[in-house]
């Protein structure tokens, strides 16, 4: 007898007081219970119909997105699939582009996935109405001269785009596989194939994306099931039916197509996708980008921080991270303007509710088991990933007490101090980018603001003169930060980048060596590398003082000559403050000409950039700000005016 049975067979026969007994039902039920098991659509391709593309009908006359696939929009499988719609519309965009129009989706008032659809027309900028009568996709004339669709975009902004719609990290590694209608006939080898290419794709950090040219099912539920598992290997199911689509994919250096009898290329291309990792430490290098963001990742990156998100943004935390979520979270969703936010981490269960997702947001570039379902569910829900780190001016109290941030920054390629990876900032920064002289004024008078009202990224420290700023020896700044911090290990260093630092300066004729250890280490109770267990006898060396008193980081600028750090955003703003700073790690700030950098930074040092460059990526054109008194977004003037009063009301309170 079956166990559920066995459990129903005693409830049954139990005496009718206990029956009786709804408590005591519900434990039965839930012991004995056999759970319903999810549905996961095997393969239920939503795939173009063809006849709809060669007659071209949608170029000048509306058509309903019903007509042009073959499934039915309103199911569940749409929202357990949404990367099937996301790469016919970008394949409709190919095709606008081509006709030079502009594509434009009308969702139906009445329409199930209304959400679904508004989210991924975001994401691939595609204009989208609702109040239609049913959804409905058209065109209109060109706006923009040049679009990621552009024939002539670089190969590695091409890859990028089509990573994007999968779902996918962006990865320089990566392998296409093209299946053509053959697969249909084949479907053994072709799911033999694909079996062993996810075994060694658990090798090698990169990604593998598998594009289906068939209107039908010919995976195996093994392989189907292995592939939604994956945060590193995608499915773009459905018939090809863009020209500009097929060309650059037989073009590409990273695809590999099946034959019935041969498959041709991924003998060569599987190697050269091992060898070509150049995301990794060791081999960094950089190859010139001939149009900046000219992807659609960079594209929607710029919308998500200017515009408002037409659903929900999934994070990591569960809904029991009440702490977090109504703490140091608390304006993250009205920051970025979205309609809620939802727990992004869950099973894969869940994905009929949290495929409206405009965006999923990571915080932290350390692994964990709810950072890689988070990573899992982004791709199979199609819906971008962001790195989402603190801003650079974040709030008047230290985050560790819980105080909210007002500002956040995001990168969807890395998180920014990530310097083993290309960032968004870093390959702006590196690219033939050019600032205007619009972008170079506000920039210039942000800066001049943030430094004359003194403002750093926590504001809760007195200005005031440090007593040892009357010694007449040259005075360095060392500056901590908090032991095991990410962007420690990230930006190329370690505790002994720390000790190298100290002993540098100690080291130095006739100077003082000011060791200023992180708020997080000095009153939020948290690790320093300014230890005894990582200094030793540094720390008693006679030109070392300690300053650990809380003041205002510009307080300390005005007392010292020059500023040595690993990582720490407090070398920017001394660079901000106008003082000579060397720097021991990588930071998204150093190689670019502004720092004495201990580190050879070779693929930043192709490219010369200036204090207002370096700002605007990462202040203006990355970050988003929250004004905390009237509870929406705000620019970075309004922000830095706000904590500067916000500041001077909690300094005198302290006072008092």
Not at 33 to 54: C, D, E, I, M, W
Not at 585 to 594: I, K, N
Request: proline share 4%; aromatic share 10%.
């Amino acid at each position: 007898m079956r166990f559920d049975k066995f459990g129903k067979a005693l409830k049954d026969n139990a005496p009718s007081w206990m029956r009786r007994n709804s408590a005591i039902a519900a434990i039965y039920d839930s012991v004995f219970r056999t759970p319903k098991k999810q549905t996961r659509p095997r393969g239920q391709y939503l795939s173009l119909v063809r006849h709809a593309f060669n007659q071209y009908d949608w170029i000048n006359e509306g058509a309903p997105l019903s007509d042009l696939f073959n499934g039915d929009l309103s199911t569940e499988i749409v929202r357990l699939s949404p990367g099937y719609i996301k790469f016919s519309l970008f394949q409709m965009q190919f095709e606008a582009a081509r006709f030079e129009r502009e594509l434009v989706l009308n969702i139906g008032d009445h329409e199930v996935n209304a959400d679904l659809l508004a989210s991924v027309a975001f994401s691939l900028g595609i204009s989208a109405n609702r109040g239609s009568d049913i959804t409905v996709v058209s065109t209109r004339p060109i706006r923009a001269q040049r679009t990621p669709f552009d024939a002539h975009a670089s190969e590695e902004a091409w890859l990028r785009s089509l990573q994007f719609v999968a779902g996918l990290r962006s990865r320089r590694s990566t392998l296409i596989l093209v299946g053509d209608q053959t697969c249909a006939a084949n479907r053994n080898r072709w799911n033999s194939i694909i079996r062993n290419l996810l075994k060694v794709s658990n090798k090698f950090d990169g990604n593998v994306l598998i594009i289906e040219n068939s209107v039908s099912n010919n995976l195996t539920n093994a392989n189907y099931t292995e592939i939604l598992g994956r945060t590193n290997v995608a499915l773009l199911p459905g018939e090809i039916i863009s020209p500009i689509l097929s060309e650059r994919l037989e073009k590409s250096s990273s695809a590999a197509s099946y034959h019935t009898k041969i498959w041709t290329r991924l003998p060569t291309a599987l190697p050269q996708m091992l060898l070509r990792d150049l995301n990794r430490k060791g081999a960094r290098s950089f190859q010139t980008e001939t149009e900046h963001n000219l992807d659609l990742a960079g594209e929607y990156s710029q919308a998500f921080v200017g515009g408002s998100l037409p659903g929900p943004i999934s994070l990591a935390q569960s809904d029991a991270s009440v702490e977090v979520i109504n703490g140091v979270q608390r304006y993250i969703v009205n920051a970025f303007d979205a309609r809620g936010r939802l727990d992004g981490a869950s099973g894969l269960e869940t994905l009929p509710s949290i495929s409206s997702s405009s965006a999923f947001l990571q915080w932290g570039a350390s692994e964990s088991k709810r950072r890689k379902r988070l990573r899992r569910n982004s791709k199979n829900s199609a819906a971008p990933l962001f790195f989402v780190e603190d801003g650079f001016i974040r709030s008047v109290e230290i985050g560790l007490k819980g105080s909210p941030g007002l500002s956040f920054l995001i990168d969807d390629l890395a998180p920014y101090y990530e310097a083993r990876e290309w960032s968004r900032i870093e390959l702006t920064l590196a690219s033939e980018w050019a600032i205007s002289a619009e972008q170079r004024a506000e920039a210039r008078a942000s800066i001049e603001n943030i430094r004359r009202r003194r403002i750093s990224k926590y504001n809760h420290a007195p200005d005031y003169a440090p007593v040892w700023q009357a010694d007449p020896r040259r005075k360095i700044l060392l500056v901590d930060q908090r032991n095991g911090d990410q962007s420690v290990s990230s930006g190329l260093a370690s505790a002994s980048t720390f000790r190298e630092m100290v002993s540098d300066a100690t080291g130095m004729e006739n100077s003082l060596v000011i060791l200023k250890r992180h708020p997080d280490a000095t009153i939020g109770n948290m690790g320093s590398y300014f230890s005894a267990g990582n200094l030793g006898p540094l720390l008693s060396h006679p030109s070392v003082t300690f300053h650990d008193d809380e003041i205002n980081p510009y307080s300390l600028f005005d007392a010292v000559d020059e500023v040595w750090c690993v990582t720490s955003g407090m070398g920017f703003e001394a660079l901000i403050a106008g003082k000579r700073v060397k720097v021991y790690g990588a930071p998204f700030y150093a190689g670019w000409g502004l720092t004495e950098d201990r580190l050879k930074l070779d693929w930043r040092r192709r490219t010369i950039r200036s204090l207002e460059e370096i700002f605007y990526c990462a202040y203006l054109a990355r970050s988003v700000y929250f004004n905390e008194r009237n509870g929406s977004k705000c620019g970075l003037d309004e922000l830095v005016a706000q904590v500067a009063s916000d500041r001077d009301h909690y300094l005198s309170k302290a006072h008092i």
